[in-house]
Every structure is written in C-alpha cells, then in structure tokens.
C-alpha cells in the first residue's frame, strides 16, 4: 500500500511540553561516546557560556520523533510502521539545546514521493521553546517498503 | 577550533567505533528507541534482517564525535545531517566495528563557518552518505 500522497502539507498538532534533563543529556552521551565535558560538566558548559549543559548534536531527535509518531499513525497517511526504514537526518540548530529547556515538536508532512514501489515520506518538525522561539529544525526521510 | 586553522582538505583524526549489544541495549534506554530490530536477534532475523542491527541514530550520534573531538565543543555544530545508507549488523559474539573518518570540505572566513563531511565504513560497505556538518569556528 503506497502511503497517501493527499496528506502531503498536514501540520500536526505541537507535542505536549518536553523537560530537557542534565540525566538524559548525560545518558545520550555516554551512548553515543560523546566525551566532551558541555555535556556531563555544569562548569565547561559555563566556562564556555552555555546557561547549563549542552544536549548532544542528535539529541533532539527522540522529541522530534514524538511529533513524527503522529503522523506515522495517522490514519488517512496508510504509513506501514512494521515496513519503514529510516532513510535520512538531518538537524539545523538555531541554538543548542541546554538542560532546562522546555520543548515542543510541530511535524509538517512536506513531501511524499513514491519510487521503485516504494515511499517516501519527508517530515519536517520544528523544535521551538517555551517562549516559542526556534530550537531545531529536524527533517527525517522515511522509506515505506513496498511488498514483495 | 580557530578559523585560521581550519583549511579545506584538512583530514579529522579517524576513530574505530566498537559496538556490542550491550552499546544497543544502553543506546536504546538513552534515546528511548526499543525497536526489538536493535536487540532481539530472533526479531530481527524474523523480518528478514541478517542479525540485531545499530539503530542508524546510533551511528549517526557516534560519526560525529570525530567532529566534536576536533572542534572542541559540541555546541558548535549548527548542522548535521547524513543518509542511512547500509545497516550495521552486531552479531553476538566480537561485535561490529564502524571507521569513523572526517574532511573538511569547504570553508565560509567570513561567516565563521565550516563544512565537515564525514565517512563511516563497516566490513568495507559505507553505512552512513551525504554526511554532512555544518560548524561555527572561533
């Protein structure tokens, strides 16, 4: 089943505020082998002006996925969740994210192309902060495989 | 990292990322992705896959410490972006390792900006394509 390219423009509703913690941003790190003390170290991320420490440059990407999620499970986009592949990232900070900040994701369906039997699906999510300024901007391509 | 020395062609100091299951198991509780694909190698061997594989955020988060490291701090990358280009499988036994190397490939002097891109290899195949990071220098 080709996802539904009438569904190509829909914006989905903002995700319910997200609390960016100093526990997860360490968690993340030492994940991913991020050593860089803006992460894990109150004082580096001062020293070097952060207001508190400095969220890995993927970080951003479980909230973005939260504001995905609604529309991989809408209804009328027909997106096969056990056939999807993610296929691209990408994230454009307009700032860091620090600990402390409270986020929200807006997803926007941008684009939906179907090539070679299968979909695209692109998805835009604007990551912004309690005063609604923006935080990051992340676009994720997935690929819905199509069947055998 | 100075503008000055930031010249295009410069090559990153390369690094080895080892991955185990036990990476997979901790990347999944930090990011909150338990796609079963990641660690139940019943599940993944199911849906056709050859083995649990790393969650492509995983080698996403991992390529770009060769960047961090260089740079010398994290919040200096204002862009990033990569296409998931083959899947890295982590058998049980040894687990995978991904060659991590970078380049600078362009330079922006008057705005303080540098484009890094970046290569991650597992057993010869490119795992990560149009690896991209876009950084602010001093």
């Given amino acids: ?148 | 990292m100075t503008q000055a020395s930031v010249e295009v062609g410069q090559q990153l100091p390369p690094r080895t990322v080892h991955v185990e299951r036990s990476s997979l198991v901790r990347y999944a509780g930090a990011s909150g992705d338990f796609n079963p694909i990641h660690w139940d190698e019943r599940f993944a061997t199911a849906v056709g896959l050859p083995d649990v594989i790393a969650h492509g955020m995983f080698t996403m988060g991992a390529a770009v410490q060769v960047v961090v490291d260089w740079l010398g701090d994290a919040g200096k990358v204002l862009e990033y972006a990569v296409r998931f280009s083959a899947p890295v499988p982590v058998p049980h036994d040894g687990g995978a390792d991904i060659e991590v190397s970078a380049v600078v490939k362009s330079v922006d002097a008057p705005a303080r900006r540098a484009v890094v891109e970046i290569t991650a290899t597992h057993a010869g195949a490119k795992v990560l394509t149009r690896a991209l990071a876009t950084v602010a220098t001093d």
Avoid at chain 1, 31 to 36: F, I, K, L, R, S
């Fill in chain 1, 1 to 148: 089943m080709p996802v539904n390219a009438e569904v190509e423009g829909r914006t989905y509703p903002p995700t319910p505020p997200y609390v960016v913690s100093r526990a997860k941003i360490r968690e993340l790190a030492e994940a991913v082998g991020a050593t860089d003390p803006v992460h894990t170290d109150l004082e580096a991320a001062r020293s070097k002006g952060y207001a508190d420490v400095v969220a890995p440059p993927t970080f951003l990407v479980s909230v973005a996925q939260q504001g995905e999620a609604q529309a991989i499970l809408d209804p009328e986009a027909g997106i096969d969740f056990s056939r999807l592949v993610h296929g691209e990232q990408r994230f454009v900070h307009h700032r860091p994210a620090v600990a402390g900040d409270e986020i929200t994701a807006t997803t926007r369906i941008d684009r939906v192309r179907q090539a070679g039997g299968h979909s695209m699906v692109t998805m835009v999510t604007e990551i912004a902060d309690g005063q609604a300024a923006p935080l990051c901007t992340a676009t994720s391509v997935v690929v819905i495989r199509g069947g055998e």
